[in-house]
């Protein structure tokens, strides 16, 4: 009985190293050839909200974002600024609810996106972190924002 337990935890630790590695090289992934970054704009019915990149690491240059907001029922909208601050370090407004833009160097912001639309934008990014983020209402707060490195 304890060889039959030990074997499947053993099997259980396996499948979750396995995942989490399968998650890491989805995350850190390198971008397209061409430069470009597919992201996902997504929230779910616990209200949760987030992004997802198909690639967390981009050479200098130009770069291609396809924005697509999956939801079906929201508009989101897609800033990146390039920046070394923390999430909880970005200066709010609204109680909160929004990111203060105007204390933002360096943003840029193209704009919303309708429910399931899906649309492109060039950039010339440098090297460096960026932060990718929809600032409608709430959406910061709900974790709609991540980290996009540029390397030279």
């Not at 989490?20 to 050839?33: D, L, N, R």
């Not at 390039?82 to 909160?96: I, L, S, Y």
């Not at 429910?115 to 972190?129: F, I, N, Q, S, V």
Request: one cysteine or more.
């Amino acid at each position: 009985m304890k060889r039959e337990w030990f074997l499947f935890n053993v099997l259980r630790i396996v499948r979750r190293l396995a995942l989490a590695a399968a998650m890491a090289g989805a995350v850190c992934a390198p971008a397209f050839a061409d430069g470009s970054v597919k992201v996902d704009l997504w929230e779910k019915p616990d209200g949760t909200q987030g992004i997802t990149l198909s690639a967390g690491e981009v050479k200098a240059g130009k770069v291609t974002f396809a924005v697509t907001n999956t939801s079906n029922v929201m508009e989101h909208e897609f800033l990146i600024v390039k920046t070394d601050m923390a999430f909880e370090q970005f200066p709010v407004k609204r109680a909160g609810a929004k990111v203060d833009e105007d204390k933002l160097k360096g943003m840029k912001e193209f704009g919303e996106i309708r429910e399931g639309k899906t649309k492109k934008w060039t950039a010339t990014l440098k090297p460096g972190r960026y932060v990718l983020f929809c600032n409608e209402e709430g959406h910061f707060a709900a974790g709609m924002r991540t980290t996009l490195t540029v390397t030279p």
